[in-house]
């Protein structure tokens, strides 16, 4: 469903459905008690002003009653944003694709407190394209690469190789060595379920069901401090690489939510979680021609006493 709203400063509208039915008078009812934790009047004068619309872009009264409309749209207006201090670095740029760097604690696209401190966002503002979108996405804690579509009529064909599990996909971790000194036998290959159930910022794992998610771990370097593996993931389940590694014994280093969930504090910019997108293999679905991209970037914790592992 199209916005009638154009983008913003690299930010789209946010579509908000509501209820046809139900024990408000109004819409604008609706969304005073949905957004509780907002100033119920600030939120109304902005019915007032106009900045809440329909479909068709007409603005939404304020006493519009309940089912007569379904679809609003409105700019989010966040608190004041803190800047996240670190710049995306664009590794590549044509006709349909965008390659970049993202860096760590920046996430992909806006939510919760991030708005224009998102990939997303900073890239629209930066290229001046406001049809810029995200083939995929990267954990806001996890640095490396990330691709964007440049135009809306080609976008498909690149989603579809992720979906079809197309895209060869090669991360790297640094983790800590186990208190009893024993690593996993590498080469490892990890399966489990993994859930994300709603309103739950960590995933679960079932071992009651058939596994959904495989990642192939393998030992690049390690020294008496930590272990630093390749992995290269077969599914792409929300934090399966963390998850993995947690109950292989390696958990990431500087890892808030696995294998225990710590109390959420303030970023600390000098404790990255130690998780990097290192490389992205397909087959272009516009040319046929293999395209492959490497990061630039490199974990902090990485042990320097090896050779880099070949990928060829």
Not at 72 to 78: C, G, I, N, Q
């Amino acid at each position: 469903m199209p916005s009638p709203l154009p983008v913003r400063d690299g930010v789209g509208a946010t579509r908000l459905h509501v209820p046809l039915t139900g024990p408000w008078p109004t819409a604008a009812a609706y969304m005073v008690e949905r957004f509780f934790h907002l100033d119920p009047e600030r939120l109304l004068e902005r019915f007032d002003r106009g900045d809440i619309v329909r479909a068709d872009g007409s603005p939404v009264p304020r006493d519009a009653p309940l089912g007569s409309v379904e679809f609003v749209w409105y700019y989010r207006e966040p608190a004041v944003e803190t800047r996240i201090p670190f710049e995306i670095e664009i590794l590549h740029q044509d006709d349909h694709l965008v390659v970049v760097d993202k860096p760590h604690f920046l996430p992909t696209t806006p939510g919760g407190k991030f708005l224009q401190n998102s990939a997303l966002v900073r890239l629209r503002n930066l290229l001046d394209n406001p049809d810029l979108a995200p083939i995929h996405r990267l954990d806001r804690a996890t640095a490396g690469l990330l691709m964007f579509a440049t135009r809306p009529a080609t976008r498909g064909a690149y989603q579809l190789l992720f979906e079809n599990r197309q895209v060869q996909k090669v991360y790297e971790a640094v983790s800590a060595r186990p208190a009893s000194g024993t690593l996993p036998s590498f080469p490892v290959v990890y399966r489990n379920n993994i859930v994300k159930a709603r309103g739950q910022v960590r995933v679960q794992v079932d071992d009651a069901k058939e596994p959904n998610s495989e990642t192939l771990v393998e030992l690049m370097d390690s020294d008496e401090r930590v272990v630093h593996t390749l992995l290269r993931p077969h599914s792409g389940k929300m934090h399966q690489l963390r998850v993995h590694l947690a109950a292989l014994g390696i958990g990431i280093l500087n890892d808030r939510f696995y294998p225990d969930l710590l109390d959420d504090l303030p970023d600390d910019f000098e404790r990255p979680l130690q998780l990097l997108a290192r490389e992205l293999r397909f087959v272009d679905p516009l040319t046929g021609t293999e395209r492959v991209f490497r990061t630039r970037r490199t974990l902090q914790h990485a042990p320097r006493t090896g050779a880099p592992v070949s990928d060829a």
